[in-house]
Nanobody, 115 residues
Framework: DVQLQASGGGWVQPGGSLRLSCASS????????IGWFRQFPGKEREGVSC????????HYEESVKGRFTISSDKAKRTVYLQMNNLKPEDTAVYYCNKLPIPLPWGQGTHVTVSS
């Protein structure tokens, strides 16, 4: 089955950490880049970070630089997003997808940062 499944979200207090996972199946994992996206209420999805699985190059949206780290495990066909020093404004539904041509969007994983 051709899928990307995001997981690992939850509730955390400001300053806390979460690690999201994106497990893939049904396509050649290292032929693509994998991106993390997030959607705030009432807004369009926006890019957070992406990684080229083949060469390891990464990109980050400005607001998460220095706080989030994207990585990949080729053997597990999984991409991770380590999120540190979380802020209330990081509260969103987080999605992963492949680039440049994405799959249909899944349900994502919810991240809530609050006291």
């Amino acid at each position: 089955d051709v899928q990307l499944q995001a997981s690992g979200g939850g509730w955390v207090q400001p300053g806390g950490s979460l690690r999201l996972s994106c497990a893939s199946s049904g396509f050649t994992f290292d032929d693509y880049s994998i991106g993390w996206f997030r959607q705030f209420p009432g807004k369009e999805r926006e890019g957070v970070s992406c990684i080229s699985v083949s060469d390891g190059s990464t990109h980050y949206e400005e607001s998460v630089k220095g706080r989030f780290t994207i990585s990949s495990d080729k053997a597990k066909r999984t991409v991770y997003l380590q999120m540190n020093n979380l802020k209330p404004e990081d509260t969103a539904v987080y999605y992963c997808n492949k680039l440049p041509i994405p799959l249909p969007w899944g349900q994502g994983t919810h991240v809530t940062v609050s006291s």
